[in-house]
């Protein structure tokens, strides 16, 4: 409607109406389309109605007006008298919350959110009321969708069995889950907004949690598996990983997720598995060498008798023996690194030649196979020699294992731009690695979905010992890989002689 007509309008209406002078006011009413406003008379009649109350309620002016306003009302607040109650309770108090169910001129329901105020003349007679109404549904669904979630994140956070803890900003405790109070022997519930910092006999008060926590509260708002050592009072020294993260429920509001896991029993047992790896490996390396030098020495002995069974039963045991030894050398390997005793000894060796030399062994125990060198570097590198071709054997080892044997193999040399790194690269076209498990493939005994459907002998240690030779070197590992395209596999290691 028009503030013109609506001016109209109002000069034939009731006492309470808007009138004519009220023009101004009228128009900036209409304006306002997302909000109902109406009169009423003393009585509840309907006598003017804004184009935001036809949106709101479906009736158009000329159909509500001198309506009572229950019509809006549900029955069951009808038959409760809401719609007196709430005129009664505007004028006696000056106005009046309407924040219930309505009716549209449909039939449907919606929750309407507003005020109801008293009006009165000049001479201060009451001669009705005017409402002002919202539609609120949507801000209501929202708001239990909200409350659901809420809900669930929270019977999430409840019932995991890491032990969680929220911190308000000033590390009061917000709240905590189960996994907590249990494991870290929380016993009475008032903990509530008391200081993080007295938490288990001031366990937590450390300079580690300390500074941790002022990482997360003014740092990047986030602290990913940390790894703390402490001394606590009653439990003795635990292993903890910590993972944190700034939350913001609210605009006005930050809080601090903790989780504090103890990984104490667990490192115990992956200790325990380690140590027995080592023990086990030291234990068969021993009575292996000795069957393969026997092996060897029968094979001298015998290998040239008319009949040379003899001789090649004791090549193949050498060679079983071989292979069996390499696997213990890993394990070996891969137990020193879990101890952090991989150590390198270093020496200044030519890149190029080493890479030729692995190149031939490969060719000569795989007959048909072609690997492709391109490239050669005159720089000497300064690093553990037996280390770097054990990465070289490992790459090729893998080109090799997983492509087809008539695929080629690239193998280059080459310095980076500015000439300070030899990078060393393996390329092959084989059944690669599919993207989503890349991330996993320098972790110890991992091998990929490819490998374990192709029945492809191995044991995930190759690259995880490669990588941390590399890493030993100040250098990287990294690879490119598609399924079914192929890999290429790279190192790049300093040339300038550093400390390793
Ligand atoms: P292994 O080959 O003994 O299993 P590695 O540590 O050398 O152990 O390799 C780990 C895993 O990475 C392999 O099992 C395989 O799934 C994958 N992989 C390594 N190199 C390649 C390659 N060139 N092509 C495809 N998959 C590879």
Redo the contacts with the bound molecule.
């Keep these: 409607m028009e503030a013109k007509s609506a001016a109209k309008k109002s000069k034939n209406s009731s006492p309470g109406a808007i009138t004519s002078s009220n023009a101004f006011y009228y128009s900036v009413l209409e304006s306002i389309e997302d909000y109902a406003v109406f009169t009423t008379d003393k009585d509840g009649l309907v006598n003017s109605w804004n184009t935001g109350a036809e949106h709101l309620l479906g009736y158009s002016e000329k159909e509500i007006m001198n309506q009572n306003c229950a019509i809006l009302f549900t029955d069951a607040d009808v038959e409760t008298s809401q719609h007196i109650h709430e005129l009664q309770s505007a004028l006696k108090r000056g106005s009046a919350i309407d924040e219930r169910f309505h009716v549209h001129k449909n039939g449907s329901r919606f929750w309407g959110s507003g005020k109801v105020f008293p009006l009165y003349d000049n001479h201060k007679q009451h001669i009705g009321f005017t409402k002002i109404m919202r539609n609120l549904t949507d801000r209501q669904r929202a708001e239990e969708r909200l409350q659901k979630a809420r809900h669930y994140a929270e019977s999430i956070v409840e019932s995991a069995v890491e032990p969680i803890i929220m911190l308000n900003e000033d590390l009061t405790i917000n709240t905590m889950n189960k996994a907590f109070f249990d494991h870290y022997n929380i016993k009475k519930k008032k903990v509530f907004d008391t200081p993080f910092a007295a938490l288990a006999n001031g366990g937590f008060n450390t300079p580690e949690f300390k500074a941790l926590l002022k990482e997360l509260k003014s740092g990047p708002g986030y602290v990913y598996s940390k790894e703390l050592t402490h001394e606590f009072k009653q439990r003795g020294k635990r292993i903890l990983i910590i993972n944190g993260r700034k939350l913001h429920p609210d605009v006005n509001m930050s809080l601090l997720m903790l989780s504090v896991q103890d990984i104490t029993e667990q490192r115990a047992l992956e200790q325990q598995k380690d140590d027995f790896i080592s023990i086990a490996s030291h234990e068969i390396r021993t009575p292996l060498t000795v069957i393969k030098a026997t092996a060897q020495l029968l094979y001298h002995r015998f290998h040239t008798l008319e009949n040379g069974a003899v001789g090649k039963s004791a090549a193949k045991i050498d060679e079983k023996a071989d292979k069996l030894l390499t696997l213990i050398h ?1 394990l070996l390997d891969a137990s020193q690194i879990a101890r952090g005793e991989l150590m390198m000894k270093p020496e200044l060796f030519s890149i190029t030649d080493l890479v030729i030399e692995s190149i031939d062994e490969m060719m000569l125990i795989n007959p048909g196979l072609t690997i492709i060198s391109k490239g050669k570097i005159k720089n000497k590198v300064w690093g553990d020699r037996f280390r770097i071709s054990q990465v070289l054997n ?2 090729l ?3 090799v ?3 087809p044997r008539d695929k080629d193999i690239i193998v280059s040399v080459t310095k980076n731009k500015n000439g300070g790194n030899l990078i060393v690269s ?1 390329q ?1 076209f ?4 599919p993207k989503q498990e890349q991330k996993n ?2 972790k110890r005994f ?7 459907q192709k029945d ?11 990588s941390q030779i590399i890493e030993k070197h100040n250098g990287k590992l990294w ?1 490119i ?1 598609d399924k079914n395209k ?2 290429t ?1 790279k190192f790049s290691i300093p040339l300038k002689a550093v400390s390793i």
Excluded: E, M, P
Excluded at 430 to 433: E, N, T, V, W
Excluded at 446 to 452: D, Y
């Design positions: 890993y490992n790459l080892n893998n080109a294992k997983y492509s393996v092959d084989g059944i690669g690695i493939l320098f991992w091998r990929a979905s490819t490998a374990r492809i002998s191995g044991i995930g240690l190759g690259l995880h010992i490669s690879f890989s192929g890999s596999f």
